[in-house]
């Protein structure tokens, strides 16, 4: 996740409150000398360390819900770096106002926190064990989800700390204490009975002494109610710089006999029971599940929590059985129609694979079609069946009996227009930045494949539920050959004019590039919350519109972050235009950035520890 401070020259990372006096001495005591440090117990937080009057004063920082910071009973600002400008020109409360910044020396680079130089190996570790993903939809899963399940691991990382112990009893916890030497600083943590509740069991002066770590109501952990902590590992970890009440520090840990050792790359917390569980609960359209992983809070469905995140066909054994023509007897057609179209309507249905049946959605051609209406269903579908994305609506095959029936997996949420615009209100932003940013990864996976879709539209989006997209129709879409970089349509058609880029309209040549100016009006539509497109505008006006240099204004909702994007889109020039892959990075920065606010817990105030 970037870090606001990172490019801060009078940025240090994650070191002690020592080695920041250290600096501020070395850097002249003068009033005013100021440097900025990670703070160790609050996810997220910093620490503005000041001098005045040849003192020392540190002054935490903390990250609030709405991703703002502020000096606890300080204003708050949209980063360190505002802050700290702000302070410049007024004490506002703190000892005197920020002078001049203590730079780092020539060649030193902010110290990484602990968690920050494991927390790739574990996310990766993470998604790996827990759904079983390897190759690219592991890859697919770490970006699209890396924030979520960052989340998560920071709150359960202990887990898997050498220091900690699981539930063993207090004599048990000594009997590992005593076993072998006992420096002063030894020790171990282990869960006490009742929920929530840990022990820190510590060796000073050959005596085990155990303290009660507790929970509050903000699920802040601290021991015998002393300095807060987000999870326990920051504890630990400060506690090892500071003794805070303890009798002494925290020095070597007692590796835990029952934990099997893990070299180079941490293996996942435990949590694989939770998940079986989580994958088996039915989940509600807005996905999100009562108490999935028993976290005592609404735990959210990720899409590899779904069974459509992996192709039906990723199990070897089915893969065997893929063809493109299914047995009509394997196919059930339930009555229920999801949709309609002039080829004919879309009936929900399940397929009955060799070891399991998935739900299927059925696009049946109705009878009476021409040739060439047949023709270019089954176009559809050889085109499709060649796809296997997460974030693209795949083709299970095509079936002919009573009709031509093509047999998709199923996105029951309904598209993404639709969606937003019946769910305003209850839809943050935020979830229109994450479901966007998924419809760029499976985009970015059709540029690669030299794949073109032309037609992507905020309709063509389906939804398996609140959190998880599917690019969808694939009627007009065309396989480039691996040296063509467009395809020139040799008669226009009816086509969506307001989702086209100059050059479709202009010149019949449709690209990846096309494409993304495509996505850039799906991402008004997005964030417009379902309106339609240069609404009052006939399609054959647009053009003239865009050549006049105009484009659509930002929705009242839309972030300036995701308008400058949608704007970029709109570059006139194909050739000056982003393509997917930096559109996808661009969208993935910012929704990362964003993530890491809206998943924040309340935090309560911090009290002043300077
Ligand atoms: P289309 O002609 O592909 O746009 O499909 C018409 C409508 O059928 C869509 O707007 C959806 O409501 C529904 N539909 C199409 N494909 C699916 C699918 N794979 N899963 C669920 N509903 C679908």
């Known amino acids: 996740m970037p870090n606001p401070a990172a490019h801060l020259p009078f940025y240090y990372g994650s070191i002690s409150r020592s080695d920041a006096e250290e600096h501020l001495k070395l850097g002249g005591m003068m009033d005013g000398l100021f440097l900025l440090r990670q703070c160790l117990r609050n996810l997220g937080g910093y620490v503005l360390s000041v001098t005045h009057n040849l003192r020392f004063h540190h002054y935490p920082i903390e990250r609030l819900m709405n991703g703002t910071f502020a000096i606890a009973g300080g204003k708050a600002h949209c980063g360190p770096e505002e802050l700290c400008e702000f302070y410049s020109k007024d004490a506002d409360g703190l000892c005197c106002p920020l002078k001049r910044p203590c730079n780092r020396p020539g060649g030193l680079e902010p110290q990484p926190g602990i968690f ?29 989800q890396a924030p979520q399940v960052e989340k998560l691991l920071a709150t359960t990382a202990h887990e898997k700390m050498p220091w900690y112990h699981g539930s063993i009893t207090r004599a048990q916890a000594e009997s590992r204490l005593y076993s072998g030497s006992q420096p002063d600083g030894k020790f171990l943590l282990r869960e006490k009975k009742e929920k929530g509740s840990y022990a820190l069991s510590l060796v000073y002066g050959k005596t085990v002494y155990h303290y009660r770590i507790g929970q509050d109501k903000a699920g802040k952990y601290s021991v015998e109610d002393g300095t807060k902590f987000d999870t326990l590992w920051q504890l630990v970890e400060y506690l090892k710089l500071k003794p805070d009440g303890l009798i002494y520090y925290l020095r070597e840990s007692t590796p835990n006999p029952d934990m099997p050792t893990e070299t180079a790359t941490p293996a996942p917390p435990a949590h694989p029971s939770a998940f079986a569980q989580r994958r088996l609960v039915s989940q509600n359209s807005d996905g999100y599940t009562p108490d999935p992983i028993g976290r005592g809070k609404k735990g959210r469905i990720l899409p590899m ?306």
């Open 116 to 144: 920050d130089s494991i927390r790739e190996n574990m996310v990766r570790e993470y998604i790996r064990q827990t759904w079983q993903l390897e190759g690219d939809t592991l890859k697919q899963a770490i970006i699209s």
């Open 305 to 610: 929590d779904t069974s459509c995140y992996e192709s039906p066909y990723s199990d070897p054994e089915e893969l065997k059985e893929k063809k493109l023509f299914l047995k009509r007897n394997n196919l059930i057609v339930e009555d229920m129609e999801l949709g309609a179209g002039n080829f004919g309507s879309v009936r929900k249905g399940v397929y009955k694979m060799k070891k399991k049946h998935i739900d299927v959605a059925i696009k049946i051609l109705k009878s009476g079609n021409e040739k060439a209406e047949r023709d270019d269903m089954m176009k559809e579908a050889q085109l499709m069946h060649q796809l296997d994305n997460p974030h693209i609506v795949r083709m299970i095959g095509v079936c002919e009996a009573e009709a031509l029936m093509l047999v998709m997996e199923m996105a029951s949420g309904g598209s993404l227009n639709k969606f937003l615009s019946s769910k305003k209100d209850e839809v943050p932003v935020n979830n229109v930045v994450e479901l966007m940013h998924q419809v760029a990864i499976g985009m970015k996976y059709l540029e690669e494949k030299n794949f073109v879709h032309r037609d992507l539209a905020a309709r063509n989006v389906l939804l398996v539920n609140q959190h998880y997209a599917k690019i969808s129709d694939f009627g007009l879409s065309k396989a480039l050959a691996a040296d063509d970089s467009y395809y020139l349509a040799k008669t226009t058609g009816k086509w969506p004019l307001k989702w086209y880029a100059p050059e479709c309209i202009l010149f019949r040549k449709f690209s990846s590039k096309s494409d993304v100016w495509s996505y850039g009006v799906t991402m008004w539509e997005a964030f417009s919350y379902g309106q339609k497109p240069y609404k009052k505008m006939k399609g054959p006006e647009v053009i003239t519109f865009l050549e006049e240099g105009k484009r659509m204004d930002c929705p009242p909702k839309c972030p300036p972050e995701m308008y400058k994007l949608m704007q970029q889109c709109w570059t006139f020039k194909w050739e000056d235009r982003p393509d997917f892959s930096t559109v996808e990075t661009l969208i993935r920065t910012y929704y990362y950035s964003i993530a890491a606010r809206t998943e924040e817990r309340q935090e309560e105030k911090v009290k002043n520890y300077s």
